[in-house]
Nanobody, 121 residues
Framework: QAQLVESGGGLVQPGGSLTLSCAAS????????MGWFRQASGNQRVLVAI???????NYLDSVKGRFTISRDNAKNTVYLRMDSLKPEDTETYYC???????????????WGQGTQVTVSS
């Protein structure tokens, strides 16, 4: 079954750090972009950071300089290192990948189940 499995969310104090991880199942191949979105209750899902196979990155303005996205192509895993966390970073974070199933020729978007990040003292 094609899936993205996330880990690493939790509760952290303001100014603290967390690292999120997301591993794509082996049934998803030819993965192009991988990234992270976040969503607060009642709001739209917003792109936080994205990274291409070649390592090109793009970040939401409000997280630039604080968050770092990276990936291990051999493991089909993407990471989001979050430093200097603020209460306004409290949202549900979703992993995202564009790839295709082994037997298919067209790519699709895949989503993780979401992991909660709460920044509070």
């Amino acid at each position: 079954q094609a899936q993205l499995v996330e880990s690493g969310g939790g509760l952290v104090q303001p100014g603290g750090s967390l690292t999120l991880s997301c591993a794509a199942s082996q049934s998803i191949v030819s993965i192009n972009a991988m990234g992270w979105f976040r969503q607060a209750s009642g709001n739209q899902r917003v792109l936080v950071a994205i990274i291409t196979t070649g390592g090109g990155t793009n970040y939401l303005d409000s997280v630039k300089g604080r968050f770092t996205i990276s990936r291990d192509n051999a493991k089909n895993t993407v990471y989001l290192r979050m430093d200097s966390l603020k209460p306004e970073d409290t949202e549900t974070y979703y992993c995202y990948a564009i790839g295709r199933l082994v037997r298919e020729t067209t790519s699709s978007a895949y989503w993780g189940q979401g992991t909660q990040v709460t920044v509070s003292s």
